[in-house]
């Protein structure tokens, strides 16, 4: 392989899916001169290429050459290397999508299984809330379980508008910190630390909210005596979180 710094007016000109050309490598100009040297050692006499990039990153080139030299290239060939061009820099864009979004995943994965704290977005658009493993676990479900739009079902029967009531509040702007009586999918009742923050969008509209919750079960006891959660701004330990059951 050679390197683009090898190749500077190549380099220069590496623009997505830009064509420039080399019409007679032995009578080039002084500014392709590396470029002439490196195509006449590999015996091409005119070169007709075509830019690559990747996620607006140079990434390399792709050519056409014919060992005469060439008065001017064929606007059919021009078409042919740009669509070439374009579909070979679509596929790598998706195949470098495609290992950031695994390494993100097994990153994301990593961070939920060495974490205590459950992690949940709601879209206000689409109206659907995605849960990672560990908050669901905290309730009983599976990973793969999908919980759809109802989220009457996580709350407890004491009061049956509790879920409208919490997300209009949220979407107004109050973020909810303190702790959160929901239920577990046995049946039981469950009591979690929860805080939630709004989020808008580019014209400062609502656009949905993020929050992170954790299981009374999972805070160690040391930590009321550390750096106590709080309820309504009010330090309290384990004790009194269980006592306000």
């Known amino acids: 392989g050679v390197a683009l710094g090898e190749l500077p007016w190549v380099r220069d000109r590496l623009a997505a899916n830009r064509l420039f050309e080399l ?8 500014e392709h001169a590396a470029e002439a040297h490196r195509f006449g050692e590999l015996g091409m006499r005119s070169v007709l290429l075509v830019g690559i990039t990747v996620h607006g990153r140079p990434y390399g080139f792709l050519g056409l050459a014919t060992a005469a030299p060439c008065s001017a290239w064929d606007v059919n060939f021009h078409l042919l290397l740009k669509l070439i061009g374009s579909s070979l820099a679509g596929g790598l864009e998706r195949i470098s999508l495609h290992r950031d979004i695994a390494i993100l995943r097994s990153r994301n994965q990593l961070a939920d299984a060495c974490s205590s704290e459950g992690v949940w977005d709601y879209d206000a658009i689409t109206r659907q809330t995605w849960f990672s493993p560990r908050w669901k676990a905290m309730l009983g479900y599976a990973p793969d379980e999908v919980l759809g739009r109802n989220h009457a079902l996580l709350y407890g ?89």
Do not use: N
């Open 23 to 30: 019409r007679d490598t032995l009578s080039a100009r002084r």
């Open 157 to 245: 029967d004491a009061d049956p508008e509790a879920p409208s009531s919490d997300l209009r509040a949220i979407a107004a702007g109050a973020d909810y910190v303190g702790l959160w009586r929901g239920r577990h999918k046995s049946g039981a009742p469950v009591q979690v630390l929860a805080c939630t923050t709004l989020l808008r969008d580019d014209q400062g509209q609502p656009a949905g909210f993020i929050g992170r919750s954790r299981a009374l079960d999972a805070w160690p006891a040391q930590v009321g005596a550390v750096a106590a959660p709080t309820v309504d701004g009010i330090p309290v330990t384990v004790g009194d979180l269980l006592l306000a059951a």
